[in-house]
């Protein structure tokens, strides 16, 4: 059995930007417009997190320079 290989935020974000124009054309029937809201709701999700991870390592990332920078300041003292 082979693993689904994971979509890039990049890509969900095109497919979301795609069911988005999907539903605006109001050329889709109901049920095909329910299907393509419940998969919106599940990128919109992934995408939200991935957001939020890249948020708490960028912040950590920001600590991290914080730290050296400072560290560099008291060896220069």
């Given amino acids: 059995m082979t693993k689904k290989k994971e979509k890039s935020f990049e890509d969900n974000l095109k497919r979301l930007e795609e069911i988005t124009e999907q539903l605006e054309s109001e050329e889709i029937g109901l049920q095909e417009a329910i299907g393509l809201y419940e998969e919106g709701i599940k990128l ?3 995408c939200y997190t991935t957001l939020q991870n890249a948020e708490l390592k960028v912040k ?5 320079l914080e730290e050296n920078f400072n ?7």
């Fill in 60 to 64: 950590k990332l920001h600590e991290q």
């Fill in 71 to 77: 560290d560099e300041l008291e060896f220069d003292e």
């Fill in 44 to 46: 919109s999700k992934m």
